[in-house]
């Protein structure tokens, strides 16, 4: 495969970064993941605007323009001939070549760029999104600017693994008593044809999918109720899914033991499944 580092596009065995990179060393860094379906990128310009937001919410410089982007991932599509995937973006504030808590200059240190592709075949019809997923909850103990996309990933990394040890397939995140987010996603139930989710604040991330999805169930005249809920209210709900760039809409069926409605996944949940994939292509 050929990945994208800093300016050139190499074979991933012959891409290097600095062992003192700050992403590294301390997970200074933000990313995006932008689906790809026939070839096609998917929402690139929310993904884009999303990780400016991150950047200037950090103070890091911009690694290169939009435009030089949304070349860069429709050369690595090319060139990898990506028909169903993902699109991996990440951007570090780089290094002064040694470790320091301290931020480099900007002036004299460059962030470092990493883009490279994930080919999914069968992504739209993941056989996943039939069965629908099983999820835990766990205590959210993330810090608190969730709306940056960060690369600290280690305790969502640990709640997958927590749900892999249960027989699960994802986690749920709770934060004084309120569901927050997936480790990877957001989150929805569905009570009486009414869709639940928590409003955009610093504790969440604010997904590009999330907005595309409430767009499509407010224009197919759903009813939508942005407000906090309890794992409890979700457990009793008739339906729930969750929704993120590398699984679009998925179904939730089981929440902590407890199977939603039949146990398979929902009317709402299919139904903008396919709305959200038949407008993406
Ligand atoms: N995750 N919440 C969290 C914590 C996420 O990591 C993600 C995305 C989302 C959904 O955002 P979007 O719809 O923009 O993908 C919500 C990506 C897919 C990942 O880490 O692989």
């Known amino acids: 495969r050929t990945v994208y580092v800093n300016g050139e596009y190499l074979p991933e065995t012959e891409a290097k970064i600095s062992i003192f990179d700050r992403g590294f060393l301390m997970a200074d860094g933000v990313y995006e993941v932008t689906s790809v379906l026939d070839g096609k990128l998917i ?10 937001r991150s950047l200037d919410e950090l103070d890091m410089q911009s690694a290169c323009s939009k435009e030089e982007l949304l070349e ?15 699109i991996y973006l990440q951007v570090t504030r780089g290094s002064d070549g040694d470790r320091d808590f301290v931020f ?29 997923a099983k999820i835990i909850s766990i205590e959210d103990i993330r810090w608190g600017r969730r709306d940056i996309k960060t690369v600290q990933l280690l305790y969502p990394s640990m709640g997958k693994m927590m ?17 927050t987010e997936g480790t990877s996603n957001n989150a929805y139930f569905v009570k009486n044809g009414k869709i639940v989710t928590r409003p955009l604040s610093n504790n969440i991330l604010h997904g590009i999918t999330r907005k595309a999805v409430l767009r499509l169930a407010a224009e197919a005249q759903m009813e ?13 709900a008739d ?26 996944p929902g009317p709402i949940a299919q139904r903008l499944r396919e709305i959200y994939l038949d407008e993406s292509r």
């Open 72 to 86: 860069i991932h429709r050369e690595l599509v090319r060139i990898n001939e990506i028909d169903e995937g993902l």
């Open 43 to 52: 929402d690139f310009e929310g993904h884009a605007v999303r990780l400016q």
């Open 224 to 236: 939508i109720e942005e407000r906090l809920f309890t794992i409890d209210e979700a457990k009793e």
């Open 104 to 132: 480099p200059d900007p002036v004299t240190t460059k962030p470092t760029i990493v883009l490279f592709t994930q080919s999914k075949p069968g992504l739209a019809d993941n056989p996943a999104a039939q069965k629908g």
């Open 163 to 179: 749900a892999k040890a249960a027989g699960c397939d994802d986690a749920w995140l709770i934060e004084d008593g309120y569901v």
């Open 239 to 264: 339906e729930a899914f969750t929704t993120s760039a590398s699984a679009f809409v998925m179904p939730v069926v089981e929440i902590d033991g407890v199977a939603l409605g039949d146990g398979s």
